[in-house]
């Protein structure tokens, strides 16, 4: 069918633009229902309906809202709607309808991505260990000699020039980790004010706690609240030990780990200056 073609066309062009979506399927209907087996849409993670339809209404309202929320924990489902409002069972809708109808709503996430704001030693070894864990990577650094497909063989984009000015223009969403490891304590905190109010999932800053206390008091003075600087994991990576820059690369993956799937973990931050 047409329809089904036009959903099927604008799914690829959402995975083409690494977006997350959910295609809603009836696969099942009995009774009198808006629409029947096989009608099918596309809806973003903010809900907006980019293709197709289930039939209008309750059902695709309700429909909806759970797709977000599928989207969110990334978690396909199979449910099941009663369209008869008089009824006493079943997940129930406000509907006249009378039917039931079972729809199958499957996720598509979008690949996350690693921001390395900095292409130092560091960074280099974080982009090895990231690549080889999935993430699609994208490093950002001002020196010629280190932005280069030699040092980081698996990123798929490579920025040289001003730093954040470039970090400006990297689209960023709730799938994206990002690590500041510049080579100035200054370019950290320009990039940190860049990203700071973005929906990024992580963003960690590499830095000793001196460095750290000396960041958010000026981040403080020109205007940022606690709760902005709070959500910045610095100092970065987990309580593994070691110091070498393999050593540093593996704990701050370690942490971005444990921050995507949820998991109590010994954060260095937990020990820094506190507000």
């Known amino acids: 069918m047409l329809e089904d073609r036009k959903v099927l066309l604008k799914l690829k062009e959402s995975l083409e633009k690494n977006k997350s979506v959910a295609t809603i399927t009836i696969i099942k209907a ?13 809806v973003d993670e903010e809900g907006n309906i980019l293709e197709g339809t289930i039939g209008g209404g309750a059902l695709e309202e309700k429909a909806r809202k759970d797709a977000i929320d599928c989207i969110k924990r990334k978690e396909s489902l199979l449910i099941d709607y009663n369209l008869d409002r008089d009824s006493k069972t079943g997940n129930i809708l406000p509907m006249a309808c009378g039917g039931k109808v079972s729809l199958f709503i499957k996720i598509y996430s979008s690949q996350e991505k690693l921001i390395l704001v900095g292409a130092g030693h ?3 070894k974080v982009a090895r260990i990231a690549h080889i864990l999935g993430y699609s990577i994208t490093v950002l650094d001002n020196r010629k000699e280190r932005v280069n497909g030699q040092l980081f063989p698996q990123t798929e984009d490579l920025i040289l020039g001003n730093i954040v000015e470039n970090l400006k223009k990297v689209d960023i969403n709730n799938n994206t980790f990002i690590i500041i490891v510049t080579h100035g304590h200054k370019y950290d905190q320009d990039a940190l004010e860049v990203v700071l109010e973005s929906k990024a999932k992580y963003i960690g800053m590499i830095g000793s706690r001196n460095k750290v206390k000396t960041t958010f008091n000026n981040l403080l003075e020109k205007g940022y609240s606690k709760e902005d600087l709070s959500k910045i994991y610095t100092p970065i990576g987990l309580d593994l030990g070691g110091e070498t820059p393999e050593e540093i690369a593996l704990s701050i993956m370690a942490e971005i780990q444990a921050v995507k799937y949820g998991k109590e973990v010994p954060h260095l931050y937990k020990s820094r200056w506190k507000f």
């Not at 009995?30 to 596309?42: H, I, K, N, Q, V």
Request: hydrophobic content about 40%; aromatic content about 0%.
């Open 122 to 124: 560091v960074a280099e």
């Open 30 to 42: 009995e009774g009198a229902t808006p629409r029947g087996p096989g009608s099918m849409m596309l």
